[in-house]
T-cell receptor, first 113, second 111 residues
Framework: DTGVSQNPRHKITKRGQNVTFRCDPI?????LYWYRQTLGQGPEFLTY????????KSRLLSDRFSAERPKGSFSTLEIQRTEQGDSAMYLC???????????FGPGTRLTVL | GENVEQHPSTLSVQEGDSAVIKCTYS??????FPWYKQELGKGPQLIID?????GEKKDQRIAVTLNKTAKHFSLHITETQPEDSAVYFC??????????FGTGTRLQVTL
């Protein structure tokens, strides 16, 4: 399978715990994006990387959220001190370059109890 | 920023009929118009896209038309099948660096 992969697919955690998600983009895609989607809504942009550089962050990305792409390949999204409002589907996407629509992964569904 | 509106919000058609979803946008700088299909529990899937220098694009049963003057573009699905049932999104963009999704259109194809 050469698509975008995300792990884990599901995560249940208690409020206050830290969680980390991983995204493996399509090989050779230099752009990587994180989106968040809540029930009944469209995906909302969180942040994106060009290779290892994080170029833009949404206001939705509070100080509790941090994303990295250390070697310009896979990326991680960490949420510290999770809150119930963080419950959502976290989507990763990648594209070869600017100007091309990204391909999305299957998402990681986070439930904060 | 971009403001996207889709109509209708829900659409029910019988198998074999056509479906049309219209997307209206606000940013005149938008020049790239993708359509995504999202099935339950899955990530959005790019199904067709069009650039501002093209008025229409077709791929088998799906087509997209663009009216830049009126700032709207539409998705046309012919000979609908049950597997077309999904939520469809139209996030127009100027650079594809950040897509602005609306609330989508839920299409239900009934037998």
């Amino acid at each position: 399978d050469t698509g975008v992969s995300q792990n884990p697919r599901h995560k249940i955690t208690k409020r206050g715990q830290n969680v980390t998600f991983r995204c493996d983009p399509i090989s050779e895609h230099n752009r990587l994006y994180w989106y968040r989607q809540t029930l009944g809504q469209g995906p909302e942009f969180l942040t994106y990387f060009q290779n290892e550089a994080q170029l833009e962050k949404s206001r939705l990305l509070s100080d509790r959220f941090s994303a990295e792409r250390p070697k310009g390949s896979f990326s991680t999204l960490e949420i510290q001190r999770t809150e119930q409002g963080d419950s959502a589907m976290y989507l990763c996407a990648s594209s070869f370059s600017e100007g091309l629509a990204p391909f999305f992964g299957p998402g990681t569904r986070l439930t904060v109890l | 920023g971009e403001n996207v509106e889709q109509h209708p919000s829900t659409l029910s058609v019988q198998e074999g009929d056509s479906a049309v979803i219209k997307c209206t946008y606000s940013d005149s700088a938008s020049n790239y118009f993708p359509w995504y299909k999202q099935e339950l529990g899955k990530g959005p899937q790019l199904i067709i896209d069009i650039r501002s220098n093209v008025g229409e694009k077709k791929d088998q049963r799906i087509a997209v038309t663009l009216n830049k003057t009126a700032k709207h573009f539409s998705l046309h699905i012919t000979e609908t099948q049950p597997e077309d049932s999904a939520v469809y999104f139209c996030p127009p963009t100027g650079t594809a660096s950040k897509l602005t999704f609306g609330t989508g259109t839920r299409l239900q194809v009934t037998l």
